[in-house]
């Protein structure tokens, strides 16, 4: 069974460019996640969406969004880019449902340079 | 606001040892704990999960526990190997069953051999 599989891997922008960010969740998980890991800050929450919905929010500003599709596939967008979004972006899915433990499977991660 | 904490920041031990790692968090209401192990520059690997209403959870060498009332869980790992060293993070989930975890800054765990 394949994991969460994330694109690209690495990435290098200039400031005020915008980057796209996907994630393929573990097959039949319908909730995706996306966190944000930089030294300074530790691991943040970013949003999470359910069923082409979002869920929840972190603290982040409307720079950052995010989007799912019918297939579960979410892609997370942050439109001019700052300095300060140097950091490795983690996406998790999650199978969803009445009885489901709640356990989060990660993947590797973009890590996204801003120059 | 929900905090997690972890210490210690950072630890060295001898191969062979066991090792315990612990992670507090400020709100009781939690709807689960997750420990996860992370490598340099890779992403987070799940190695226990425990249930608000469960105490412990073990696999293999690594026993993790859980107490709700304190506002703690302790991770142990029983004989310590070179291949353990990695960065061991605590997480939280709120109330609900969500994609939502708050983390603890981890734990840096070096094994020497």
């Known amino acids: 069974k394949a994991g969460v599989t994330q694109t690209p891997r690495y990435l290098i922008k200039t400031r005020g460019q915008q980057v796209t960010l996907s994630c393929s969740p573990i097959s039949g998980h319908r909730s995706v996640s996306w966190y944000q890991q930089t030294p300074g800050q530790g691991l943040q929450f970013l949003f999470e969406?359910?069923?082409?919905?979002?869920?929840n929010k972190g603290n982040f500003p409307g720079r950052f969004s995010g989007r799912q599709f019918s297939n579960s596939r979410s892609e997370m967008n942050v439109s001019t880019l700052e300095l300060g979004d140097s950091a490795l972006y983690l996406c998790?899915?999650?199978?969803?449902?009445?009885?489901?433990?709640?356990?989060?499977?990660f993947g590797e991660g973009s890590r996204l340079t801003v120059l | 606001k929900q905090e997690v904490t972890q210490i210690p920041a950072a630890l060295s031990v001898p191969e062979g040892e066991n090792l315990v790692l612990n992670c507090s968090f400020t709100?009781?209401?939690?709807?689960?704990l997750q420990w996860f192990r992370q490598d340099p520059g890779k992403g987070l690997t799940s190695l226990l999960l425990?249930?608000?209403?469960?105490r412990e959870q073990t696999s293999g060498r690594l026993n993790a526990s859980l107490d709700k009332s304190s506002g703690r869980s302790t991770l142990y790992i029983a004989a310590s190997q070179p291949g353990d060293s990695a960065t061991y993070l605590c997480a939280v989930h709120g109330s609900g069953n969500t994609g939502k975890l708050i983390f603890g800054q981890g734990t840096t765990l070096q094994v020497k051999p």
């Open positions: 969406y359910f069923s082409e919905t979002q869920r």
């Open positions: 425990i249930q608000s209403s469960q």
């Open positions: 998790a899915s999650s199978l969803d449902g009445l009885g489901n433990t709640g356990e989060l499977f």
């Open positions: 709100d009781s209401a939690i709807y689960n």
